[in-house]
């Protein structure tokens, strides 16, 4: 697929960058658009030429979560039957690291969304909420879990039950955000810090991306033994070899993804 109506992609140098695209409907997430933006996602992770991607929207609204008005007649088998949630799961099956470059309204599914990725980059009118409650229901693609991880409890709750946004700067204050810049500056500020990553050695930076994710999956025992299972594999690559000869000769590596 690349006729996409919902979202924009372009490359930059080694960042895939996606722009999600409805305007005028404050970037709803409808089914179709998640549907493209988790193709254009696949596209990226399976280019070799690509070694990380932004996802963003516009200065107003990185994204006004689920599509309302596309959710508001289904029937749990209707929502069943779209696969709302495999459509979610799947973004977190992607491989290379993904940075979200919020402005505006991060809401509902667009705080879901930024929160699925393993960056954020915010400009200083970035607003987090996890608005559900004031339509008569709860985040439904991981804010409850997610937003309880990384904020504690009591700053969750405050969030899922009476509707309490985060500004960009207590985002930062709570771990939410990697930084917050200028509204100017902060897709700019994200496509470089994908460019640095993108720029590193490619095997490690996905299995880096995989261990501390999974941190929030698995006992320590259990993220430990992954951590080293990783760390080991890793002296497989011709990628380990070249970074520790090339900091040996003081010279700087050339990497070459295996
Ligand atoms: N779904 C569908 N359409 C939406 C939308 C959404 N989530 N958010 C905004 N829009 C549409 C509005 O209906 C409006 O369209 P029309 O011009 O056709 O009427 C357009 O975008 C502009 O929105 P507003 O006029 O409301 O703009 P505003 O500046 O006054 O307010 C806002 C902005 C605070 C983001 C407000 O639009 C809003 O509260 N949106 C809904 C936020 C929300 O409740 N999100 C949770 C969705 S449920 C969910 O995400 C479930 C899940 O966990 C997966």
């Known amino acids: ?54 996802i963003t929207g516009s200065e107003r609204a990185f994204s006004a979560g689920a599509d309302i008005k596309e959710m508001a007649d289904a029937t749990p088998v209707d929502l069943m039957n779209r696969g709302l949630s495999d459509g979610w799961h799947r973004i977190s099956t992607i491989r290379k690291p993904i940075i979200a470059a919020v ?15 393993d960056l954020i980059v915010a400009s200083e ?37 009476n509707n309490r946004f985060l500004k960009a700067d207590e985002a930062l204050q709570h771990g939410l955000v990697n930084r917050v810049v200028t509204v100017e500056s902060y897709l700019d500020e994200a496509l470089k810090l994908a460019g640095e990553i993108a720029a590193r050695a490619p095997v490690a930076v996905r299995l880096g991306k ?10 320590l025992t259990e993220g430990l033994a992954a951590e080293q299972r990783a760390f080991y594999l890793l002296f497989s690559t011709e990628d380990q070899k070249e970074g520790m000869q090339a900091f040996v000769e003081k010279r700087a590596p050339a990497w070459k993804g295996k």
Do not use: W
Request: glycine share 12%; aromatic share 4%; hydrophobic share 45%.
């Open 1 to 54: 697929m690349t006729d996409y109506t919902d979202i924009l992609t372009e490359t930059h140098g080694r960042v895939g960058l996606v722009r999600l695209n409805r305007p005028k409907a404050m970037n709803a997430l409808r089914g179709h658009l998640l549907a493209e933006l988790l193709d254009a996602l696949r596209a990226f992770d399976a280019d070799d030429s690509i070694g990380a991607m932004v």
């Open 103 to 117: 402005s505006g309204f991060a809401l509902g599914g667009g705080c879901e969304l930024a929160l699925l990725c």
């Open 125 to 161: 009118t970035a607003q987090f909420g996890q608005p559900e409650i004031t339509i008569g229901v709860i985040p439904g693609a991981g804010g409850t879990q997610r937003l309880t991880r990384i904020l504690g409890k009591a700053l969750a709750m405050e969030m899922v039950l």
């Open 210 to 219: 995989e261990a501390v994710n999974s941190a929030y999956e698995l006992s």
